[in-house]
T-cell receptor, first 113, second 114 residues
Framework: AQTVTQSQPEMSVQEAETVTLSCTYD???????LFWYKQPPSRQMILVIR??????QNATENRFSVNFQKAAKSFSLKISDSQLGDAAMYFC??????????FGTGTRLKVLA | DARVTQTPRHKVTEMGQEVTMRCQPI?????VFWYRQTMMQGLELLAY????????DSGMPKDRFSAEMPDATLATLKIQPSEPRDSAVYFC????????????FGQGTRLTVV
């Protein structure tokens, strides 16, 4: 069965600095999708970034980028120039094809002014 | 601005009562998920619909939970009878998964069973 592991329950970063959130997953599949979702106190789950496993190039969305290491089954999220609004729970998620998402347990990110 | 709409946002009910949570998926989306979020278990998939047909509800306690899509604009999740252990945030998400896009989440229903 597929699993997603986020080993950092909580992280802190100084405003304007860079932080990396870790995620590892376990699967025997070769074609799948990986996502990072952000959940602020409002509870809304917001997509931050997605990565297709068949793509070697790491996805980037403005200040957010990933380091996708397929062989190591690692999918970390880097947030550059951290802002107060980045404070939230971050969930890593795996999806095989068109089927269900499997989420990690989340990392709470605190941004210090 | 297309969004998934869930009602109610908050619900407090007494143990044993029936609870119905509603979700309006984004127009045109063919896939609907129901997830439950708790501190202990994180985000768990309860049910999954494609073109209104249930594809997977293995994560749902069958004796008290039921999920339906009476039409393409409405998905419902019912709990009868409710128990204190059902207290959680319930999320609905929809997507056009055939294009391998992401799912869009509603704001969730926070359920408290006392």
């Amino acid at each position: 069965a597929q699993t997603v592991t986020q080993s950092q329950p909580e992280m802190s970063v100084q405003e304007a600095e860079t932080v990396t959130l870790s995620c590892t997953y376990d699967t025997s599949e070769s074609d799948y999708y990986l996502f990072w979702y952000k959940q602020p106190p409002s509870r809304q789950m917001i997509l931050v970034i997605r990565q297709e496993a068949y793509k070697q190039q790491n996805a980037t969305e403005n200040r957010f980028s990933v380091n996708f290491q397929k062989a190591a089954k690692s999918f970390s999220l880097k947030i550059s120039d951290s802002q107060l609004g980045d404070a939230a729970m971050y969930f890593c998620a795996y999806r095989k094809g068109t089927y269900k998402y499997i989420f990690g347990t989340g990392t709470r990110l605190k941004v210090l002014a | 601005d297309a969004r998934v709409t869930q009602t109610p946002r908050h619900k407090v009910t007494e143990m044993g009562q029936e609870v119905t949570m509603r979700c309006q998926p984004i127009l045109g989306h063919n896939t609907v998920f129901w997830y439950r979020q708790t501190m202990m278990q994180g985000l768990e998939l309860l049910a999954y619909f494609r073109n209104r047909a249930p594809l997977d509800d293995s994560g749902m306690p069958k004796d008290r939970f039921s999920a339906e899509m009476p039409d393409a604009t409405l998905a419902t999740l019912k709990i009868q009878p409710s128990e204190p252990r059902d207290s959680a945030v319930y999320f609905c998400a929809s997507g056009l998964i055939s294009l391998n896009t992401e799912a869009f989440f509603g704001q969730g229903t926070r359920l408290t069973v006392v």
